[in-house]
């Protein structure tokens, strides 16, 4: 054999090797079979995606927003996919009693709690999709009290959903799984409070993590690190901006995002990097900080 049939022998098997090193992570999809799962943010997007995949799974999911109607249209699909129950809490996860509402349903309809996943993403007052198609800068609009309620919904309220559900997480040495984003790895133009919010995830999750592990408390902590994701929303978002199209054909299926996240929780992941990409990217720009400045989603 010549030496490049040999080069390309080693570089084939190096490949399948490296391939096979990241796909097997010992996913089983039965363990989820009658698990019981509470998602947050389940109205449309992900979150809905992700209560269609728990429920062709088999699992008992209960599912939150504020929209009744649309919980509703999902709790009906979730079934007639094959969840084996379905129930819906709709309330505002901006607000305490609405959190504490939410735990309390799951612990009175299923007993226990083997997974909690925190998705949800909004604020009262002002929409993020307001801010992608204004685009203005912290320095243009220095909005405090958006910034308040903004990381009071998507920070403040994981951590109190988590803080109700760990007790019977512990008992069911169960999963606490966190949908963060890229902004939540490294800093991008246009997002200050989004990105405060997403590293603030990043701070406390990851350092619960280590807290759960050195008290030998068997609950797994999973972030969930996501680029560009084709939701209804974010189409409709990107439709309307200047080369928004362009942008739309990078962005990530839902369907593939949701079972991405899905499979990371089940096996206990530290991290989950959706699409593959953001994982390298998000590692060399930890190297080299400079680097985030050409990485701009909200131009
Ligand atoms: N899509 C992306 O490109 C992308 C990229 C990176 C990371 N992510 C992350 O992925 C997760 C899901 O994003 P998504 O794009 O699927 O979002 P989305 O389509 O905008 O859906 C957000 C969900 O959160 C709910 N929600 C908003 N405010 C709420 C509140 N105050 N209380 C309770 N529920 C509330 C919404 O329902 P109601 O309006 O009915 O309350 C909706 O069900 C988020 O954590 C997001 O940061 C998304």
């Given at each position: 054999m010549s030496r490049l049939a040999w080069a390309s022998l080693v570089v084939v098997l190096a490949a399948v090797g490296l391939g096979v090193y990241w796909n097997?992570?010992?996913?089983?999809?039965?363990?989820?079979?009658g698990a019981t799962v509470v998602i947050t943010g389940?109205?449309?997007g992900i979150g809905e995606e992700m209560a269609y995949q728990y429920a062709r799974l088999g699992a008992k999911i209960l599912i939150t927003a504020r929209r009744e109607n649309r919980l509703k249209e999902v709790v009906a699909k979730a079934k007639s996919l094959g969840a084996q129950e379905a129930h819906y809490v709709a309330g505002d996860m901006g607000k305490a009693e609405d959190c504490e509402r939410t735990i309390q349903t799951a612990k009175e309809k299923f007993?226990?709690?083997d997974y909690l996943v925190l998705n949800h993403v909004g604020s009262s007052f002002k929409s993020i999709k307001q801010k992608f198609l204004e685009g203005k800068s912290w320095d243009e609009d220095p909005d405090v009290d958006y910034f308040v309620d903004f990381l009071n919904i998507n920070l403040v309220s994981y951590v109190r959903l988590a803080s109700l559900a760990l007790p019977l997480l512990k008992e069911s040495k169960g999963h606490l799984v966190v949908v963060s984003s890229v902004s939540g790895k490294f800093p991008q133009n246009k997002l200050t409070y989004y990105s405060c919010a997403k590293f603030g995830l990043d701070g406390f999750f990851s350092s619960l993590r280590v807290e759960l592990m050195k008290a030998q408390q068997d609950v797994s902590v999973t972030l969930a690190v996501l680029d560009l994701i084709a939701t209804p929303a974010v189409i409709d978002i990107f439709q309307t901006v200047p080369d928004g199209e362009k942008t739309l054909k990078g962005a990530a299926p839902v369907d593939e995002t949701a079972k991405a996240i899905i499979r990371g929780g089940a096996t206990r992941a530290r991290e989950i990097y959706y699409?593959?990409?953001?994982w390298p990217i998000t590692k060399l720009i930890s190297l080299l900080p400079q680097l985030s400045e050409y990485y701009d989603l909200a131009k």
């Open positions: 097997y992570d010992g996913y089983d999809p039965e363990s989820l079979r389940c109205s449309t007993g226990r709690l699409p593959f990409h953001v």
